[in-house]
Antibody
């Protein structure tokens, strides 16, 4: 069974840092591109970042470019999102999501984690 | 990248059909046949229900169907059931190779 489990969320002050992890199981993690998507509770989904299966290709939303870094450790079956210089507007539930088998840049996410809440507040 | 435009809400009675629109531009919906739709129940993660405009992932009911014309994609749900009540989001690949989501549509089953 495919599972994605996020961890690392919490309360952080503006300007602070946080690293989210997404532990994958039940599939060959190194074969799938992965995304981070965030959602303010009650609001719309917002795409954050994407990484290729080998980690060589990454891309970011303009709103987080230069502050967030996506990475992965295929030996540990884990996806990461390093978030620096956090702002109040980064407050959201962050989901990691797996791209559908056989697809790369097409953003079809067939499995999602349960979400990790990040709250940026003083 | 601006969000795709969806109606805020739609409603229908059990057994009826409803359609949710998703309007973008030639830089996203109109330029690529790479549109997907997600269903999200309250407090749950999104679920992929349509990809490549018209395809359904394994296990998704054939009551869900997708289409596209020009810059507008559509999701049709036929034979509405109470369990279909949820938020629905469209998404499209864009010219910048990044995805963009719609603002979401709340479906109410009367």
């Amino acid at each position: 069974e495919v599972q994605l489990v996020e961890s690392g969320g919490g309360l952080v002050q503006p300007g602070g840092s946080l690293r989210l992890s997404c532990a994958a199981s039940g599939f060959t993690f190194s074969s799938n591109w992965m995304h981070w998507v965030r959602q303010v509770p009650g609001k719309e989904l917002v795409w954050v970042s994407r990484i290729s299966s080998d980690g060589s290709n990454t891309i970011y939303a303009d709103s987080v470019k230069g502050r967030f870094t996506i990475s992965r450790d295929n030996a540990k079956n884990t996806l990461y999102l390093q978030m620096n210089s956090l702002r109040a507007e980064d407050t959201a539930v962050y989901y990691c999501a797996r791209v559908l088998d056989g697809y790369k840049e097409r953003p079809y996410c067939d499995y999602w984690g349960q979400g990790a809440l990040v709250t940026v507040s003083s | 990248q601006s969000a795709l435009t969806q109606p805020a809400s739609v409603s229908g009675s059990p057994g009826q059909s409803i359609t949710i629109s998703c309007t973008g531009t030639s830089n996203d919906v109109g330029g690529y046949n790479y549109v997907s739709w997600y269903q999200q129940h309250p407090g749950r993660a999104p679920k992929l229900i349509i990809y490549d405009v018209t395809k359904r992932p394994s296990g998704i009911s054939n009551r869900f169907s997708g289409s596209k014309s020009g810059n507008t994609a559509s999701l049709t749900i036929s034979g509405l059931q109470a369990e279909d009540e949820a938020d629905y989001y469209c998404s499209s690949y864009t010219r910048t190779t990044t995805p963009v989501f719609g603002g979401g549509t709340k479906l109410t089953v009367l």
